[in-house]
Nanobody, 120 residues
């Protein structure tokens, strides 16, 4: 069993910064891609950023140049540094991870989410 736990959300003024963390724990043989998504009130969950095991990254156009995803494989943790935050960045941020377990099963697991609120 694998679990993801996000942290670092909160309330920040527009133009401010936050750093989210997501730590994976459990029966992990390897972690492939790790993603961040967000869901704004009344909207569908949307992709924000991805980092692959080799370090390659992808970003949604809406956050390019403002958000940076990184990972610490020794800690099984992915980070999302969010700068120049805008009110439209408000939402629940979810971490997901493409994991291979020690039993060599491969699956995607989701965290419980962390709230980010950006005030204008």
């Amino acid at each position: 069993q694998v679990q993801l736990v996000e942290s670092g959300g909160g309330l920040v003024q527009a133009g401010g910064s936050l750093r989210l963390s997501c730590k994976a724990s459990g029966s992990i043989f390897s972690i492939n891609a790790m993603d961040w998504y967000r869901q704004a009130p009344g909207k569908e969950r949307e992709f924000i950023a991805r980092i692959f095991s080799g370090g390659r990254t992808d970003y949604a156009d809406s956050v390019k140049g403002r958000f940076t995803i990184s990972r610490d494989d020794a800690k099984n943790t992915v980070y999302l540094q969010m700068n120049s935050l805008k009110p439209e960045d408000t939402g629940v941020y979810y971490c997901s991870s493409d994991v291979t377990s020690y039993a060599r099963s491969r699956f995607v697991v989701w965290g419980q989410g962390t709230q980010v609120t950006v005030s204008s």
